[in-house]
Nanobody, 123 residues
Framework: QVQLAESGGGLVQAGGSLRLSCAAS????????MGWFRQAPGKDREFVAR????????YYADSVKGRFTISRDNAKNTVYLQMNSPKPEDTAVYYC???WGDGYYYSYEYEFWGQGTQVTVSS
């Protein structure tokens, strides 16, 4: 079983920066691909970014490409989401997710989920 715990959310001004972290339990972190999703009030959960098991491959939603960066530290069992130049429309609860294997995009493909962390971007 894998447990995920997000941290680092909060209030940030548009144009600022924020880094989210997601710590994973267990000894199989390097076998898991990791993703970040978000859900704004009244909207469906949407894909933000993913990173492969070894960290060599990343993929982003068009809405965050060039502003957000996903990375991981397998020695620390942690994945990060660096949010630069956030916009008010990035306001949402951000979730990290994990899946065995690589290349997943849809939320149903991820088996493990954290509780989420709120990010609010003020204009």
């Amino acid at each position: 079983q894998v447990q995920l715990a997000e941290s680092g959310g909060g209030l940030v001004q548009a144009g600022g920066s924020l880094r989210l972290s997601c710590a994973a339990s267990g000894r199989s972190f390097s076998s898991l691909s990791m993703g970040w999703f978000r859900q704004a009030p009244g909207k469906d959960r949407e894909f933000v970014a993913r990173i492969s098991r070894g960290g060599g491959s990343t993929y982003y939603a068009d809405s965050v490409k060039g502003r957000f960066t996903i990375s991981r530290d397998n020695a620390k069992n942690t994945v990060y989401l660096q949010m630069n130049s956030p916009k008010p429309e990035d306001t949402a609860v951000y979730y990290c997710a994990a899946a065995w294997g690589d290349g997943y995009y849809y939320s149903y493909e991820y088996e493990f989920w954290g509780q989420g962390t709120q990010v609010t971007v003020s204009s």
